[in-house]
Protein backbone atom coordinates (compact mmCIF):
# COMPACT_ATOMS: atom_id res chain seq x y z
CA UNK A 1 0.00 0.00 0.00
CA UNK A 2 1.13 3.12 -0.85
CA UNK A 3 -0.78 6.59 0.71
CA UNK A 4 -0.38 10.12 -1.23
CA UNK A 5 -0.97 13.46 0.18
CA UNK A 6 -0.99 16.15 -1.88
CA UNK A 7 -0.37 19.71 -0.48
CA UNK A 8 0.70 23.62 -2.12
CA UNK A 9 -2.69 24.33 -4.17
CA UNK A 10 -4.26 27.57 -3.53
CA UNK A 11 -5.88 30.73 -5.20
CA UNK A 12 -3.18 32.72 -7.03
CA UNK A 13 -3.43 35.58 -10.06
CA UNK A 14 -2.63 34.83 -13.99
CA UNK A 15 1.10 34.48 -14.50
CA UNK A 16 2.46 33.57 -10.77
CA UNK A 17 3.85 30.26 -9.65
CA UNK A 18 3.20 27.43 -7.22
CA UNK A 19 4.59 24.34 -6.61
CA UNK A 20 2.59 21.04 -5.26
CA UNK A 21 3.99 18.56 -3.35
CA UNK A 22 3.40 14.89 -2.92
CA UNK A 23 4.46 12.75 -0.26
CA UNK A 24 4.62 9.13 -0.57
CA UNK A 25 4.96 6.70 1.99
CA UNK A 26 3.91 3.49 3.01
CA UNK A 27 6.66 1.29 1.07
CA UNK A 28 9.52 2.14 -0.93
CA UNK A 29 8.14 3.72 -4.73
CA UNK A 30 11.30 2.08 -6.73
CA UNK A 31 10.31 1.02 -9.90
CA UNK A 32 7.27 3.16 -9.49
CA UNK A 33 6.18 6.17 -11.66
CA UNK A 34 4.45 8.94 -9.96
CA UNK A 35 1.82 11.01 -11.97
CA UNK A 36 -0.12 14.49 -11.70
CA UNK A 37 -3.10 14.61 -13.12
CA UNK A 38 -6.42 17.38 -12.97
CA UNK A 39 -9.94 17.53 -13.09
CA UNK A 40 -11.70 20.96 -13.91
CA UNK A 41 -15.40 21.36 -12.99
CA UNK A 42 -17.64 19.51 -15.53
CA UNK A 43 -14.12 17.69 -17.57
CA UNK A 44 -12.27 14.48 -17.79
CA UNK A 45 -9.69 14.05 -16.09
CA UNK A 46 -6.20 15.02 -17.97
CA UNK A 47 -2.48 14.04 -17.28
CA UNK A 48 -0.69 16.11 -16.48
CA UNK A 49 3.35 15.01 -15.95
CA UNK A 50 4.47 11.46 -14.86
CA UNK A 51 8.32 10.63 -13.56
CA UNK A 52 9.88 7.24 -13.29
CA UNK A 53 11.18 7.02 -9.73
CA UNK A 54 14.03 5.35 -10.41
CA UNK A 55 15.51 6.84 -13.29
CA UNK A 56 14.00 10.44 -13.19
CA UNK A 57 12.88 10.07 -16.58
CA UNK A 58 9.79 12.55 -16.87
CA UNK A 59 6.74 13.16 -19.43
CA UNK A 60 4.53 15.98 -19.10
CA UNK A 61 1.51 16.96 -21.43
CA UNK A 62 1.45 19.09 -24.42
CA UNK A 63 -0.66 21.47 -22.60
CA UNK A 64 1.31 22.46 -19.75
CA UNK A 65 4.61 21.96 -21.42
CA UNK A 66 7.28 24.30 -21.22
CA UNK A 67 5.43 26.21 -17.75
CA UNK A 68 4.91 23.12 -16.13
CA UNK A 69 7.92 20.79 -14.69
CA UNK A 70 7.59 17.52 -12.51
CA UNK A 71 10.77 16.36 -10.33
CA UNK A 72 11.13 14.27 -7.04
CA UNK A 73 13.20 13.95 -4.06
CA UNK A 74 14.46 10.68 -2.91
CA UNK A 75 15.50 11.11 0.51
CA UNK A 76 11.61 12.93 0.99
CA UNK A 77 10.09 10.11 -0.93
CA UNK A 78 8.14 13.47 -2.62
CA UNK A 79 7.57 14.29 -6.12
CA UNK A 80 6.89 17.95 -7.06
CA UNK A 81 4.97 19.59 -9.70
CA UNK A 82 6.58 23.09 -10.03
CA UNK A 83 3.76 25.56 -12.09
CA UNK A 84 4.90 28.78 -13.74
CA UNK A 85 3.05 31.17 -15.53
CA UNK A 86 -0.73 29.78 -14.78
CA UNK A 87 -3.32 30.65 -17.03
CA UNK A 88 -7.41 30.81 -15.11
CA UNK A 89 -7.28 27.44 -17.85
CA UNK A 90 -4.97 25.25 -15.14
CA UNK A 91 -7.60 26.00 -12.43
CA UNK A 92 -8.24 22.07 -11.54
CA UNK A 93 -8.54 19.75 -8.79
CA UNK A 94 -4.71 18.34 -9.22
CA UNK A 95 -4.29 14.82 -8.19
CA UNK A 96 -0.76 12.70 -7.37
CA UNK A 97 -0.85 9.24 -8.73
CA UNK A 98 1.81 6.27 -8.24
CA UNK A 99 1.71 2.61 -8.91
CA UNK A 100 4.49 0.20 -10.22
CA UNK A 101 5.97 1.09 -13.80
CA UNK A 102 4.14 -2.00 -15.69
CA UNK A 103 1.07 -0.14 -14.87
CA UNK A 104 0.09 2.49 -16.96
CA UNK A 105 -0.26 6.00 -14.75
CA UNK A 106 -3.43 6.67 -15.85
CA UNK A 107 -4.45 3.13 -14.45
CA UNK A 108 -2.82 3.68 -10.87
CA UNK A 109 -3.83 1.97 -7.47
CA UNK A 110 -2.77 4.84 -5.50
CA UNK A 111 -4.50 8.33 -5.81
CA UNK A 112 -4.19 11.29 -3.29
CA UNK A 113 -6.92 13.07 -1.59
CA UNK A 114 -6.51 16.51 -4.75
CA UNK A 115 -5.48 19.89 -3.80
CA UNK A 116 -7.64 22.79 -5.29
CA UNK A 117 -5.45 25.58 -7.84
CA UNK A 118 -7.22 28.34 -8.82
CA UNK A 119 -5.75 30.71 -11.41
CA UNK A 120 -7.69 33.74 -11.17
CA UNK A 121 -7.26 36.21 -14.67
Known amino acids: QVQLVESGGGLVQAGDSLRLSCAAS????????MGWFRQAPGKEREFVAA????????SVADSVKGRFTISRDNAKNTVYLQMNNLKPEDTAVYYC??????????????WGQGTQVTVSS
Open 26 to 33: GRTVINYH
Open 97 to 110: AADAVVVPIANARY
Open 51 to 58: INWSFGST
